[in-house]
């Protein structure tokens, strides 16, 4: 081959093959409604095309497990801090070093061992009647067991895996005993027999088939906006200063770099950017969840419903007493 010619395909090999390294392969439980903006906005900015597979979180880390060497994928993004430590657990992710991370994702919101990394908030709170329950009736998550609640209560599904975290997390701060007994409350407060999701959980409360719910906050969100004249209303729990962890329940979405990754550094830098300012607010606005990043401020909807403190128990307990917690509602009759 003439010289000058070898040169210049040696230069544009150099130029090419990195660009292709660059693409990142994503496996997503979010739906694809709520992270294509996003990717589309990190390849605007970056050139770095992003190839992504939803499904599931169940599916997608048994694809993981069988693929092993052979995935594709170099990040896995999923919700519920549950099942982030869960992959981990796996051995489905890989520890990474971000001072970035560690700045822009509280340490209570992130894997201690730095495999996985919340990138937005999710406040499992109570929602209530406004006609039928005044803001100082309510206290606390524990309070909803007080037998003044007879017959007043709603809940979701203890099926569903926000719950499961929920009463975890309260085993890590109160004990199994104390959380049991709360939770056997609840159970004799129902009103009705426990709903399949958040929306109608609220939908019950707003109609005054009971008093009080707890659901996460971006159901809440949802509901009002095809419905504002609903009677209902949030309320914070648990703000007791007195107690250092005590707050609002929270859990996240977030993400890590698959263990087997073929380009960790691309899932990293991608993880980093959803962290950043730019990136916080397009991936927790579309779902009217919170920004992980304290520096961001939340969407105007977001943040009419007032600010609260939460707790700073670390969200892994979610998944590490998860198991205890399931078979906790199992004894406590909560279905």
């Given at each position: 081959?003439?010289?000058?010619?070898?040169?210049?395909?040696?230069?544009?090999?150099?130029?090419?093959?990195?660009?292709?390294?660059?693409?990142?392969?994503?496996?997503?439980?979010?739906?694809?409604?709520?992270?294509?903006?996003?990717?589309?906005?990190?390849?605007?900015?970056?050139?770095?095309?992003?190839?992504?597979?939803?499904?599931?979180?169940?599916?997608?880390?048994?694809?993981?497990?069988?693929?092993?060497?052979?995935?594709?994928?170099?990040?896995?993004?999923?919700?519920?801090?549950?099942?982030?430590?869960?992959?981990?657990?796996?051995?489905?992710?890989?520890?990474?070093?971000?001072?970035?991370?560690?700045?822009?994702?509280?340490?209570?919101l992130r894997d201690p061992g730095n495999e996985w990394f919340g990138l937005s908030v999710r406040a499992r709170t109570i929602v209530y009647n406004t006609q039928k329950v005044k803001p100082a009736d309510l206290?606390?998550?524990?309070?909803?067991?007080?037998?003044?609640?007879?017959?007043?209560?709603?809940?979701?599904?203890?099926?569903?895996?926000?719950?499961?975290?929920?009463?975890?997390?309260?085993?890590?701060?109160?004990?199994?005993?104390?959380?049991?007994?709360?939770?056997?409350?609840?159970?004799?407060?129902?009103?009705t027999s426990p709903f399949p999701d958040d929306t109608k959980a609220m939908e019950a409360v707003a109609a005054g088939q009971c008093d009080a719910t707890i659901v996460n906050t971006y159901y809440f969100g949802?509901?009002?906006?095809?419905?504002?004249?609903?009677?209902?209303?949030?309320?914070?729990?648990?703000?007791?200063?007195?107690?250092?962890?005590?707050?609002?329940?929270?859990?996240?979405?977030g993400a890590g770099v698959t263990r087997h990754a073929r380009n960790p550094a691309g899932a990293q830098k991608l993880i980093e950017w959803l962290s950043s300012d730019k990136a916080q607010n397009l991936f927790?606005?579309?779902?009217?969840?919170?920004?992980?990043?304290?520096?961001?401020?939340?969407?105007?909807?977001?943040?009419?419903?007032?600010?609260?403190?939460?707790?700073?128990?670390?969200?892994?307990?979610?998944?590490?007493?998860?198991?205890?917690?399931?078979?906790?509602?199992?004894?406590?009759?909560?279905?």
């Amino acid at each position: 081959m003439n010289p000058t010619r070898l040169l210049a395909a040696i230069m544009f090999a150099s130029t090419v093959l990195p660009a292709l390294a660059e693409d990142v392969v994503v496996y997503s439980a979010r739906n694809e409604q709520l992270i294509k903006p996003l990717f589309d906005a990190y390849t605007h900015d970056t050139g770095v095309r992003i190839k992504f597979i939803t499904d599931k979180e169940g599916p997608l880390m048994a694809r993981l497990k069988a693929e092993g060497r052979n995935t594709p994928a170099d990040m896995l993004l999923t919700v519920d801090a549950g099942n982030l430590w869960q992959a981990s657990e796996e051995d489905l992710l890989r520890p990474i070093r971000s001072k970035t991370l560690e700045t822009n994702v509280p340490a209570h919101l992130r894997d201690p061992g730095n495999e996985w990394f919340g990138l937005s908030v999710r406040a499992r709170t109570i929602v209530y009647n406004t006609q039928k329950v005044k803001p100082a009736d309510l206290s606390t998550y524990e309070d909803l067991a007080n037998p003044k609640w007879k017959g007043r209560l709603c809940l979701r599904t203890s099926k569903k895996v926000y719950n499961q975290s929920l009463v975890a997390m309260m085993i890590h701060e109160y004990g199994e005993e104390k959380t049991e007994a709360m939770v056997r409350g609840w159970v004799g407060n129902l009103a009705t027999s426990p709903f399949p999701d958040d929306t109608k959980a609220m939908e019950a409360v707003a109609a005054g088939q009971c008093d009080a719910t707890i659901v996460n906050t971006y159901y809440f969100g949802r509901l009002m906006e095809k419905n504002p004249k609903l009677p209902l209303a949030i309320f914070w729990p648990n703000q007791n200063l007195k107690n250092q962890t005590a707050g609002v329940h929270v859990n996240i979405s977030g993400a890590g770099v698959t263990r087997h990754a073929r380009n960790p550094a691309g899932a990293q830098k991608l993880i980093e950017w959803l962290s950043s300012d730019k990136a916080q607010n397009l991936f927790a606005d579309v779902n009217l969840e919170y920004p992980v990043n304290p520096k961001v401020v939340p969407d105007k909807t977001v943040a009419a419903w007032g600010g609260f403190r939460q707790s700073l128990i670390n969200v892994k307990e979610a998944g590490s007493l998860q198991t205890k917690a399931v078979r906790l509602m199992d004894r406590a009759g909560y279905k």
